[in-house]
């Protein structure tokens, strides 16, 4: 059964930093792409960063220079460090990855970030 699983979430104020994990069961988050979206209450899901398979990365411009994408493939496990977190950045945040050239689409439990002023 394929997923990915979630976890690092929580409250935090503004200014710190959160590290929000995705480990891979049954799929590669080291060969496939790896998206992270976020949800706020009221919002659209939005983009927020991007690895590819390839160890490019891409981010939303409201989350560049504070949030980094990163992967370990040993653990299958991919990663989103969120520095400088802002009370706009309190949202549920969700990872992503697809197969088969995007025919397959595998997200995360998501997971609860809140940031308080």
């Known amino acids: 059964q394929v997923q990915l699983v979630q976890s690092g979430g929580g409250l935090v104020q503004a200014g710190e930093s959160l590290r929000l994990s995705c480990i891979g069961f049954?799929?590669?988050?080291?060969?496939?792409?790896v998206n992270w979206y976020r949800q706020a209450p009221g919002k659209q899901r939005e983009f927020v960063a991007i690895m590819t398979s390839g160890g490019s990365t891409n981010y939303a411009d409201s989350v560049k220079g504070r949030f980094t994408a990163s992967r370990d493939n040993a653990v299958n496990t991919a990663y989103l460090q969120m520095h400088n977190l802002q009370p706009e950045d309190t949202a549920v945040y969700y990872c992503?990855?697809?197969?088969?050239?995007?025919?397959?689409?595998?997200w995360g439990q998501g997971t609860q970030v809140t940031v308080s002023s």
């Open positions: 049954g799929i590669s988050v080291s060969f496939n792409a």
């Open positions: 992503n990855t697809s197969t088969h050239g995007g025919l397959y689409h595998y």
